[in-house]
């Protein structure tokens, strides 16, 4: 199978490709740079970002992101901006020392991949954002994390996505009474039930001179 047809077999069969999701927080929010552990073969967010850099420890991601002349030929043909591309691929641990820049990317890219969260928050730049879902309770830990502040829910239903910055305080309220911190989140690294829920989740990360 060759790269691209891994790509269509993961994302585009199954209509998950969130090409729009990115385009929406583009669109709603300075965002150029982008970091993304535990990718594997998505490659979506080149067709929005015009920088992004890819981290996974998956052998068939190693292998996917080393056909680079299809890879290119699918973002250049597929891409909403007009510079050129440039991305990369590091095959490794997200939670091993990564060689980039520290408060470096607009936006650090969490789904269905772990605690990224702690893990990379060193890269992400204060004011940048982080995208989070609840699979592997990473939003839940976000939010317990006084670096982020939540700014946004990612609403999805009837196709569309759409990001509501009001009345976040439905959010994260847990179902069970059971005491919970960022830390038996982590160790758990299963969501928690929480009595409203969103598709994910953007937290920006605080840092002094930046107005909240
Ligand atoms: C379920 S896939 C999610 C892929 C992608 N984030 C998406 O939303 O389509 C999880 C990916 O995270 C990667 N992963 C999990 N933990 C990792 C770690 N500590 N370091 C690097 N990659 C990791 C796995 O190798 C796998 O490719």
């Given at each position: 199978m060759n790269s691209f047809e891994l790509y269509k077999k993961e994302y585009i069969d199954k209509s998950f490709e969130r090409k729009d999701l990115f385009l929406l927080l583009r669109q709603r929010y300075k965002i150029c740079k982008a970091l993304y552990p535990g990718?594997?073969?998505?490659?979506?967010?080149s067709l929005v970002f015009q920088e992004v850099v890819y981290v996974d420890s998956d052998k068939n991601a190693k292998r996917f992101f080393e056909e680079i002349d299809s890879i290119k030929q699918f973002i250049n043909l597929n891409k909403s901006y007009k510079e050129e591309s440039s991305y990369r691929f590091m095959y490794q641990d997200y939670s091993t020392p990564i060689d980039l820049p520290y408060d470096y990317f607009d936006l650090l890219i969490s789904q269905w991949a772990g605690p990224i969260s702690q893990s990379?928050?060193?890269?992400?730049?204060?004011?940048g954002f982080l995208l989070a879902n609840n699979s592997h309770a990473d939003a839940g830990i976000a939010f317990l994390d006084h670096d982020y502040l939540l700014v946004s829910a990612i609403k999805y239903s009837n196709g569309k996505f759409k990001i509501m910055e009001n009345k976040?305080?439905?959010?994260?309220?847990?179902?069970?009474?059971k005491i919970i911190s960022k830390e038996s989140l982590i160790k758990s690294g299963k969501g928690i039930a929480y009595k409203n829920t969103a598709h994910s989740y953007l937290f920006m990360k605080k840092g002094e001179n930046i107005l909240i």
């Open positions: 990718s594997f073969v998505h490659v979506t967010p990379c928050k060193k890269y992400l730049k204060p004011g976040l305080d439905i959010y994260f309220i847990p179902k069970s009474s």
